[in-house]
């Protein structure tokens, strides 16, 4: 079971930053890759990017490298994602979700295994 917990208020302002953390219960944390995705609205989900089991390897999609970082604490069972710099393209649902594959380019929705529930961000311009 993944719960996704956010830090700090989910309405920022453009430009602004907030991070999103999402907590593991129940499952062997550090057996999954982890990975974020978002839906904005009126549109199909899309994946933001994903961390390896150990945490030494990312990959992020191209709408948000360099903005958007992801980090893990095994330890903690708690995945990160740092999001700078928000647009309000960046306005949308967004969801932690673990995978027992890792492609170097991304992970599409179909290879999650499971899902935490999505907690809104809102960018105002």
């Known amino acids: 079971r993944f719960s996704c917990r956010r830090l700090g208020g989910g309405l920022v302002q453009s430009g602004g930053s907030l991070i999103l953390s999402c907590v593991a219960s129940g499952r062997a944390f550090s057996d999954y890759a982890m990975a974020w995705f978002r839906q904005p609205p009126g549109k199909e989900r899309e994946f933001v990017g994903a961390?390896?089991?150990?945490?030494?390897?990312?990959s992020a999609a191209e709408f948000v490298r360099g903005r958007f970082f992801i980090s893990r604490d095994n330890a903690k069972n708690t995945v990160y994602l740092q999001m700078n710099h928000l647009k309000p393209e960046d306005t949308a649902v967004y969801y932690c979700?673990?995978?027992?594959?890792?492609?170097?380019?991304?992970?599409?929705?179909?290879?999650?295994?499971?899902w935490g529930e999505g907690t809104q961000v809102t960018v105002s311009s």
């Open positions: 979700a673990a995978s027992v594959i890792w492609r170097e380019y991304g992970l599409p929705p179909s290879d999650m295994a499971y």
């Open positions: 961390i390896k089991w150990s945490g030494g390897v990312t």
